[in-house]
C-alpha cells in the first residue's frame, strides 16, 4: 500500500472515525475524553510536585498503554502488516490525538531505533501557562510513541523487547522544538533513562492483562446521534459542525483551547494509582478547567452569565469534554446551592475496568470542574462534593455544589 494511498485514509477515516455524541468523545468506538492542554498541564505539574518521578513514570507508562493499544486495534482493524518504510498511516495518528505533527529524524524500525521532532502543544501550552521549567514535561507523548512503535516494531520486524523513549530537548525547557529517541530497553544506559523498567506499576501492570482488544473495542449499547443539548445546539447555531477540530501543526482546538483526546481508561487509570493521595489534585484540577473553559466561552461568545438558560449550557461543558451526561436538578440561586446528577460517567468506566468499591467515589475532577464552572459564573467560590458514585452502587452520579466563603 504506497504512502500517497495511506495518507488518504488516514485523512478521510480519521476524520470519520472520531464521534461525538453530548457525553463523550468516541475514537474507532473507544470511550475517550478531550481535554484543554492547559488543565492537564496544571494536574502533571501538581502530580509532579507531590510524587516527584513516580508521578513523571506512571504519566510515561500510561502514555505507552495507549500508544500500544492504538496502535494494534490499528493493525487489527485495518489488517495488514506495517511497511518498515513507510509508518505514515501510524505516525499521522498522533495528530488526531492532539499530541502534534511528527517529522522523522532517524528512522531505523529494523533496529527498533526512532528520533522524533515535534513542536509539541503540550509543551507549548505549558509553557505559556506556567512558564519555563529546567527538565523535559512530555512525559505522556513520549510514552505514546514509544507504546505505538514497540507495537508496530513486534509485528513489522518481530521485536519483542520493550521499547523507552526520552525526550532530549524540550520547547517547555525553551528549546526549538521537542526531540524525542526511542531504542530498545536493552541499548539505554541506566543512567540516560533513570526509568525503573521493566514495567513495576502494578495497576498498569494490570490494565494491560485487563485490556484486551476485545474490550477495547467494545461497542457501547447507544446510538451515536448529534448531542441534544444546550450546548450542542448553541454551538451548531455558529456553524460548528463539532466542538473540536484538527488544526495543521497536529493540534486539536476545542473551542479556542489546544487539547487532547485520550482514553477515558487513561485518565481513570491516573485516579487508580494515585487515588487517596491525590482527590485533591484531581479536585483542583476541575476547578482550573472549569474556570478557564467558562472564561475562554464567555468572552469568545459575550455570554450573559445571569440567565438561566446560559447557566445551564455552561454546565453541558462536562459533556463537551466527554466526561458524560449532566442533568441539574435542583438549584437554588438565593442560596447558591445546586444538585446535579451523572449519566455515563468516568466512574462508570471505572467500574467497567476495576470493578466496584462500596469505598471509592471517582468523580473528583468532575466534582472540580462545576466547582469551576460556578465559580466563572458567580465569581464566587464554590465547593462541590460527590454524594453517590456508581462505583458504590449508585445508579448514577449524585454532586452537591454550595457557594463557601462571602
Known sequence: MGKRILKLITRFVGNKCVVFDGSRVYYWNIPMIILPLDALSFLQKELELRFGKKARDTIFYLGKLQGLNGSNILIQKFNFIPDVKDMSFFLEQTEFVGVGKLSTVLDDLKNSHMVFSVVSPNAKSYIANFGKINHPICDYVRGLYAGGIEAIANVAVKNDESLIAIETKCVAKGDDVCIIEIRKSSKWKKSEVNHDYPLDIPAIAEARKL????????????????PDTLLNSFLKSKNLKRPFTFGEEGNIDLIGADSLITPIDIIVLLYHIFENKAKDIFYDTGIFLGKSSTARLVSKYSLDTGRADIQRMLFDQIGLFGLGKIELVRSNTEKYE??????????????????TSKNIKADYLVAGILSGILEGIYQKKFETIEQNCVVSGSTYCIFSSKKIGK
Open 211 to 226: 485490556e484486551t482488544l476485545a474490550k477495547l473495542v467494545r461497542v457501547y449499547a447507544k446510538p451515536f446521534k448529534d
Open 338 to 355: 445546586y444538585t446535579f446528577y451523572l449519566y455515563n460517567s468516568p466512574g462508570d468506566h471505572y467500574k467497567d475496568l476495576l470493578g
